[in-house]
């Protein structure tokens, strides 16, 4: 194998070595989330491909990975919703009549337009309010912001007097506003119910999403007085300061040592509004920085915040010191690895690397933090940036009730390259689900056509993987061959997933070939080296959430076996279908049959045995000789039926089409029924997808029956009108029309009411009209008999 390389931060250009600090060894720190809020599809892309990456250097190249990741549990953003919502709790408790509620609302609402759609209180006119909004709103705004959408719900809210609950959004920054100040913070409870509930939330998220969990994980409430302490050491060496009670880090005395400071994002340094965002929104009035540049490594706690004692006064860590003193505190000086979404890079990582590396520094001589940095690109939508503005931002919770399984959400992302963005496309997951679909159809058709050879033996041990020490010069053993040699060279060159996913995708296409061109001579040794190779990539790479390590199964891992049931457990729904089967069998009128007597006198059991006693336990397996079984006797009704007579052969049909479409498929099983008396082939396919196959098969031919209904009902009523028209004699359908004042003998006009002749070009279509009904009334006499 060539030395991994892979794309580093801190070194801009292509792919560099990657050298362990230690050999065979790892350490690693991933920014975890600030817990706050529920997790979105951008946190499913950051972790997933986190993840991936920690697999492929686990289970791939063999890496010992100490992973550690910490959850922001004090920040900005938490204080806020934490203060906010406990505001609101307060409000509801203080027992408004509907007329103070309603000022309240008002007072919300338009402090909330004020905040943030200034155009809708410029305006000249009256006061804003809910009867004027909307044609104010539509003139300045339009529909797209979420401010607009927040206020609109207020509008609803205030005009059904539901304000608390379904107005919340503009109600909490306005209590906010007037109460924060008020509220005692020495009861910290706020804040830590919060994250604690969505610290469980995230994480319920990473396991839908078969996230590893991390070795350790760090909260910064849990590290506080190390965080001070830590900031005191790098004031004492002369790169930080203090100013009016908070503490600063001096960039400007950093870089007079020689320290390069921005190393990450040197482009961003003097981004104003990158800063300010890396400062917090609470961090605005803090002053005393020497330069703007400078960050805060300890915050001066004001009213409303959470606050720890320090030789500074009451306070709390900025936002970047946290990792530099979690990850120091289990990885030491040095790390080998350091992660996070690319939007961190600045100020954020620029910021962790200045503040860890002026704490470890000694004067004159830099130290390296962080050996390699890794970055992972954005998400987009359909080129658009999820934003909950744009409609397009979902909760990872929604897409995996929705949309989305957590195979098919981390297919997406191997597709692309982890440091590059992602765009969600409709061709990017028409791309997932084919890639998907081939997978699992050809691990499904190879365990079909091993069970049919009765190979069952090699498809409990394992055909000998084939290596390069074989030597293989042609056929499927070379093609696995080059998919070996292309995934390595994909996953070398700074986990390239994309080749990696097209090296499998290749060798399925070639194996389908193989497996259509060789039906009597197939090479199943080395399909199912094949298969086996397959499985453990997918397995390496997550998208088996069923799945442990090695990996050297054949194909995904259904729930039944990852449970590890009980042989005698595992195998009783492939049981009571087989006695089902064999009991209907005998209760048909058959004629006599030694291949029927035969295999109803033929029992499975001591196959079962032998196979529990040589310790298999995955239920499939276990479950071949009761479906080979149930699958022989069904085939041989299926032979005998064409024989009889239709009375007799309409329950072996029924029975037949009832084992394939609901005795096998409720437990995941589907028979491929195949011409020319071929056996049929049994085939592991998940239950639900099976039944939704079959209801969807129902629905479509109970539509076509409901329309042909309809069809047939609506030529009746046409057959019924028409034979009601016939009924009339010709000489009388003119006789009645106002238009008309005279007639000849036949029933033709002859006047107008006005005593016009009837003009001719009118004469000769009333001709054909009535030439038609006298053909039609002789058809109806002809049919029905006697006269109108």
């Not at 050999?23 to 706050?36: D, F, H, R």
């Not at 992972?376 to 989305?404: C, E, P, V, W």
Request: aromatic share 8%; hydrophobic share 35%; net charge negative.
């Amino acid at each position: 194998m060539d030395s991994i390389k892979v794309h580093n931060s801190l070194k801009p250009g292509g792919p560099v070595p990657f050298v362990p600090i230690e050999k065979g060894k790892l350490s690693w720190y991933a920014c975890g989330p600030t817990v706050y809020d529920q997790s979105h599809l951008g946190h499913a892309r950051n972790y997933v491909s986190t993840d991936i990456i920690r697999r492929i250097l686990m289970h791939y190249f063999g890496f010992d990975v100490k992973f550690v990741m910490n959850f922001t549990d004090v920040d900005d953003k938490i204080i806020i919703k934490a203060r906010r919502q406990r505001l609101l709790d307060l409000e509801k408790k203080k027992g408004y009549t509907d007329a103070q509620t309603a000022e309240l609302a008002k007072a919300a609402f338009q402090a909330y337009a004020k905040s943030n759609l200034p155009l809708l209180v410029d305006s000249e006119g009256p006061e804003l309010d809910v009867n004027n909004y909307i044609p104010r709103r539509d003139a300045a705004y339009g529909k797209l912001k979420m401010h607009i959408s927040n206020m609109t719900q207020a509008v609803i809210a205030m005009n059904t007097n539901s304000i608390f609950g379904m107005a919340d959004e503009i109600l909490l920054p306005y209590l906010d506003s007037l109460y924060k100040e008020t509220i005692d913070t020495s009861d910290q409870s706020m804040f830590t119910d919060l994250t604690k509930f969505m610290e469980g939330e995230f994480t319920d998220d990473m396991d839908n999403l078969n996230v590893l969990r991390p070795d350790i994980v760090t909260r910064v409430t849990e590290y506080v007085p190390q965080i001070a302490k830590f900031v005191e050491r790098i004031v004492e060496k002369g790169y930080a300061y203090e100013a009016e009670g908070s503490v600063y880090f001096d960039i400007t005395s950093f870089e007079k040592d020689g320290n390069p400071y921005a190393r990450l994002r040197p482009d961003c340094r003097g981004d104003k509004a990158l800063q300010e965002e890396g400062e917090g929104s609470l961090s605005k009035s803090l002053g005393g920085k020497k330069s703007p540049g400078d960050f805060a490594l300890w915050k001066k706690s004001k009213a409303g915040e959470p606050y720890w004692p320090s030789k500074w006064g009451n306070g709390r860590p900025g936002w970047h010191i946290e990792c530099s003193v979690m990850a120091s505190d289990h990885l030491g000086s040095r790390m080998d690895l350091h992660s996070g979404g690319v939007d961190l890079a600045f100020p954020h990582h620029d910021n962790e690397l200045a503040q860890s590396e002026a704490f470890y520094c000694e004067h004159g001589h830099e130290h390296n933090w962080v050996n390699y940095f890794l970055h992972m690109g954005h998400l987009s939508i359909s080129g658009s940036k999820m934003s909950k503005s744009l409609k397009n931002f979902q909760t990872i919770k929604d897409a995996l009730a929705s949309n989305y399984t957590a195979r098919s959400m981390r297919i997406v992302f191997l597709l692309g390259r982890w440091n590059d963005g992602v765009e969600i496309s409709p061709d990017m997951r028409t791309q997932a689900d084919n890639w998907e679909s081939a997978v699992n159809n050809f691990f499904i058709n190879t365990k079909s056509l091993l069970a049919e050879a009765s190979d069952i033996t090699a498809a409990q041990n394992g055909v000998k993987d084939i290596s390069l020490d074989d030597k293989p010069t042609e056929g499927l053993a070379a093609d696995l061959e080059q998919a070996k040699k292309d995934l390595e060279a994909g996953l070398i060159n700074s986990f390239d997933t994309p080749q990696a996913l097209r090296a499998i995708l290749e060798l399925i296409r070639k194996a389908n070939i193989h497996i259509a061109e060789h039906k009597s001579d197939m090479d199943l040794a080395s399909l199912e080296a094949i298969a086996r190779w397959i499985t453990k990539i997918v397995g390496i790479l997550g998208l088996d959430a069923n799945a442990k390590p090695p990996y050297d199964g054949l194909g995904w891992v259904s729930a039944a076996a990852a449970a590890n049931l009980e042989p005698t457990v595992a195998v009783k729904p492939y049981q009571d279908v087989r006695a089902a089967v064999v009991k209907d069998v005998q209760s048909l009128d058959l004629p006599t049959s030694d291949a029927i007597t035969s295999l109803l006198s033929q029992s499975p059991d001591t196959e079962f045995d032998a196979l529990a006693s040589s310790g298999v336990r995955d239920p499939e397996q276990l479950g071949m000789p009761y479906l080979r079984s149930v699958s022989r006797l069904r085939d041989e009704l299926r032979r005998v039926a064409p024989t009889l007579s239709p009375d007799a052969k309409k329950p072996i049909l029924a029975l037949s089409d009832r084992v394939r479409d609901y005795d096998l498929t409720n437990i995941g099983v589907y028979l491929d029924d195949r011409p020319d008396n071929q056996p049929s082939l049994i085939k592991f396919i998940p239950a639900a997808e099976l039944i939704k196959t079959r209801d969807e098969k129902a629905a479509k031919e109970a539509e076509k029956a409901r329309a042909k209904e309809e069809a047939r009902l609506a030529r009746e009523k046409a057959d019924q009108e028409k034979w009601e028209k016939a009924k009339s004699k010709a000489e009388d359908m003119y006789r009645s029309d106002e238009r008309y004042s005279e007639w000849d003998a036949d029933g033709m006009p002859t006047k107008m009411k006005d005593g016009s002749e009837v003009p001719k070009s009118q004469l000769k279509k009333l001709k054909k009209d009535w030439d038609r009904q006298k053909k039609a009334n002789a058809d109806w006499q002809a049919k029905f008999g006697g006269a109108a």
